[in-house]
Each structure stands twice: as C-alpha cells, then as structure tokens.
C-alpha cells in the first residue's frame, strides 16, 4: 500500500513539474498531429516542397536541353545540308533560358504555398514556350533527304525531347501535357495538311509516346509525393518519439530522486525513532521484571509484557525498514569476510529451534560435508538465513516438518534451500510477496502477520553479494526458498574432473 502511494506522488510531482516545462513542445507535437489528419494542408505543404525540389533539379540540369538541342542541330545539319536548324536551335536555346530564368527568380524568393501555385504557372507557360520550340523542329522539312530518313530522325529526336523531360519534370504535375501539347498540334496539322504516310505514321507514333509519358509523368508525380510524404511522417514521429523519449527520462529521473529521498528520509527518521524505543522497551522490562520492587497489581505487569512485546515488534519493523532503505539509498556496505554457510546455518536453526518444538515442527538437515568457506558479510547472511527459516516455520502448520539443504550448485557456487510443507503460495501472488510490503492472502489470514519486508530484504542482500534468491511454491504443497552465493565468492573451488584424473594418472605412472 505504502509503495502504491509513493509511486503516486512520484508521478504528481513529475506531472505537475513537467505541466509548464514542455508546454511549446507538447503544442508542436499537437500542431504536427493535427497537420498529418488533416489531407488538404498536407497536400499544400507537400507541393511548395516538391516545387522547390523542382526548381533545384531544373537549374542543376540545365545544360542538359542545350547539349541535346545542338547535338540534334549538328545532326540535323548533316543529314540536311542547309542551316535552318541553326535558327532553330537558337529560338530553342531562347526558349530553354527563359525557363531557367523564371527559376531563378522563383528559387531566389520565399516559397509559399499560395507562391507556389503562382510560379507553378508561371513555369508551364515556360513549358508551353518550350513545346513551341520543339513544334518547329516538327515542321522541319528536307530537300535532300531520300525516303523517310529524315522522318525517322525528326520521330527519333522528339522522342528523346518527350522522355528527357518526363524525367525532368516529376515533381512538376502536367509539365509534360503542356511542354509538347504545341508538338502534337503541330503534327496533327502537318499531317492533315500533307496527308503523306510518314507524317501520319510519326504523329500516330508521337501521339502514342505522348499519352505513355503523360501516365509515367503523372504516376511519377503522385508517387514522390506519396515518399515526400512518408518521410515526413517519419521525421514528425521521430521528433515526438525524441520528445516522449526525453519526457520520460524526465520522469524517470525525478522518480530515482523522489525514490530516493524516501529512502533517505526513512533510514534517518528509523534512527530517531529507535532512540525513544529503545528506552520502552528498557523501562517496561525492568517493570516487567520488577527490579525495582513488586507491582501490587496483577494488571499492570500483564500490561508491561504487551507493552515490552509491542514494542520489540515495533523495533524489529523499524529495524527492517532501516535495512531496506539503506539499501535503496545505497547506503548498506557489506563487511566481507571468510565465513561458513554450514555454521550459520546450524546457529540460524538453533534460533527458531524453540519456536518449532512449540510448534511440533520437525527441522531436517541435509548438508554436504567439507563445504570451503565462502567471503561474505556475516551477519547479512546469517539474515538472509533467519528470515527464511522463521517464514518456514511461521507458515508451516502444527506437526509439519522443514528441510534445509547446503551444498554446491552446478556453477560451482554454494546454495541454501529452505522447504517447508504449508499451505504454499498461489502463483499469482508470488510477485506480491516478493515486493516491499506485499503480503500473500495467506499470510493476511495468519494470527503471526509479519512486515512484508524480510524477502525484499533478502533479495537485496543476496544482489549486494552477486547472488540468486528463488521461490518456488505451489498451492497446499509446500514452499522452498533457495539462496545462492555465485563461484567467485567460494574460497576454495572443487578441482575439475579432467584435472584430479591427470594427476591420478600421472602418479601411477611415477610409481
């Protein structure tokens, strides 16, 4: 319960801290939700980023249309032996440097989404300039060109123009309608006009290359958009992940603090309150006993004894609460030393040997002989092992029997089990008992309660030392509790199998 409360106020005081610290930022967090549920503003922002993305593709490409308007000039001027494609390539290159022009002014300034869609207009008016262009180079005509080469080569030469600006142009929607609209009109009128089987042949083929790269274009165009998207969904959750991220460091760090504080502040008011108990517990024994001379009345010395026996019950709560805050506080040091399990343990079950015979419980030993000393703190562990012996006993019922086992683990390492026959512990409640104050149903319902710290207590002790501390349990079965101390504590490890046979059979064969 006293835990449950403390987590509480822990929270409360991060809440409240936390309320005005990251105000801007949960609203920035708010303003980014609200952005990506909502399509239209979504789709506005996306286009002011893919114009500006337009804009540096079309300046760092720019010399890409010059080079392939005078290497089809060249060409041309080959093929047609007079120098009207010159003029041509002229007007082209006009048209190109206006467009690049109108970037660079468009680059040049803020883009906004309303400026966007205006510089969006402005750029398919260059692309119509730049179709017009490409619309002359249609109407090209050869004099000295036998058969159909020249058409080929003008077919040839469009179709290089079409696919060059559908790459060019993907993040410009209908770039590629407009840019060579101006070369289809000029094919269907120069094949209406003519009638001939090339010219209707290049504008059937044109107006199929036309209507595929319009598709390609414009699947291209949502497709970026949809990634443009996508990353910028990323980068919002990235950024509210680094921010719930931090929050909860926050948190984190101001539960340790708060955790702490308790801590603290329960191992210095233990102190002050062992100090006034300790002279009860004095003053009531000395009545109890009647050092000082007989008490007339019967009732007061059974009221000394409740008094002395509250008080030793109160004292020994506060002890463990000592012990656990201390430890929470970091705060316990351990007095190492070479100890024996197998001596505290018979001293341990010599303690409660009296309240088991009160009991009719029965303690089995079973240990195994030569066990090396192990370094540890002496009287942490001779209270990991009398915490665990007096639950057995406390919980095991009239007649019953508990055994204690001391031997060697399979790591090498030492272990103590302590099982009794009681009544077990459901499964469900084994997280219970083994948390600060936890108590079983079973142990609620038992005329001897105790704290609900003396497993706690025993865990942290057992990590101080690097060790294991496991419950197993089932329910009108019985208990046991096993407490291990790792290899590297032991003194004197046992010798490895392949070792003790190499040296048996070196010594044969010495003798």
């Not at 041509?88 to 467009?99: G, I, R, V």
């Not at 430890?327 to 351990?334: H, K, M, P, T, V």
């Not at 490890?493 to 010594?507: D, K």
Request: proline letters at 3%; one cysteine or more; a positive charge.
């Amino acid at each position: 319960m006293s835990q449950g409360v403390s987590s509480q106020t822990d929270k409360n005081i991060v809440d409240l801290s936390r309320s005005h610290k990251n105000k801007a930022v949960a609203k920035a967090v708010k303003a980014t939700r609200e952005r990506l549920q909502t399509g239209n503003a979504t789709t506005q922002h996306f286009d002011r980023e893919m114009m500006v993305m337009h804009l540096t593709a079309m300046l760092q490409g720019a010399t890409v249309v010059p080079i392939l308007v005078l290497l089809i000039t060249a060409i041309g001027t080959y093929f047609n032996q007079q120098l009207n494609l010159i003029g041509w390539a002229f007007l082209a290159l006009s048209f190109h440097a206006a467009n690049i022009l109108i970037a660079r002014r468009a680059k040049a300034r803020e883009m906004t989404p309303e400026s966007a869609r205006k510089w969006r207009r402005y750029l398919l008016a260059g692309q119509v300039l730049n179709g017009g262009g490409w619309a002359l180079f249609a109407l090209q005509q050869c004099q000295f060109c036998g058969g159909n080469s020249y058409v080929l080569f003008k077919g040839a030469g469009l179709l290089i123009a079409l696919s060059a600006a559908s790459l060019a142009n993907t993040m410009l929607r209908r770039a590629v309608m407009f840019g060579f609209a101006p070369v289809a009109l000029a094919l269907v009128a120069k094949a209406g006009l003519s009638r001939d089987v090339p010219d209707i042949g290049l504008l059937a083929m044109f107006a199929i290359a036309f209507a595929f790269f319009i598709y390609v274009s414009d699947r291209m165009f949502l497709t970026n958009r949809s990634l443009l998207s996508f990353q910028s969904e990323k980068d919002d959750l990235i950024a509210e992940l680094e921010v719930a991220k931090s929050m909860s460091d926050e948190a984190r760090r101001r539960a340790e603090e708060a955790n702490l504080a308790k801590s603290r502040f329960l191992a210095s008011m233990s102190h002050e309150l062992r100090t006034p108990l300790n002279a009860i517990l004095g003053f009531s024994e000395v009545m109890a006993t009647e050092v000082m001379g007989p008490l007339n009345n019967p009732i007061y010395k059974e009221y000394t004894n409740d008094i002395h026996r509250s008080g030793q019950h109160l004292l020994n709560l506060i002890n463990e609460i000592l012990d656990l805050s201390r430890i929470e506080a970091g705060r316990y040091e351990l007095n190492e030393e070479p100890i024996s399990l197998l001596e505290i343990c018979e001293d341990c079950i010599g303690m409660v040997q009296l309240r088991a015979r009160a009991k009719n419980i029965a303690i089995q030993s079973n240990v195994e002989p030569n066990l090396p000393l192990v370094w540890a703190d002496e009287k942490s562990m001779r209270q990991v092992i009398l915490n665990l012996l007096s639950n057995a006993v406390k919980f095991t019922p009239q007649g019953g029997e508990v055994t204690v086992k001391v031997g060697w683990t399979a790591g090498g390492g030492q272990y103590i089990s302590i099982k009794d026959n009681g009544p077990g512990i459901p499964e469900n409640e084994i997280p219970v008992v083994l948390s600060a104050f936890g108590q079983g149903s079973i142990a609620i319902k038992s005329a001897e309660q105790g704290t609900g710290l003396g497993l706690p207590i025993v865990q942290a002790i057992l990590a101080k030392h690097n060790g294991q501390f496991h419950l197993k349990s089932k329910l009108r079965e019985g208990t046991e509790v096993i407490a291990i101390l790792p290899a590297k504590r032991v003194l004197q490890s046992l010798p490895a199998v392949e070792e003790t046979q190499a040296v048996e059979r070196r010594r044969r064969s010495f003798a």
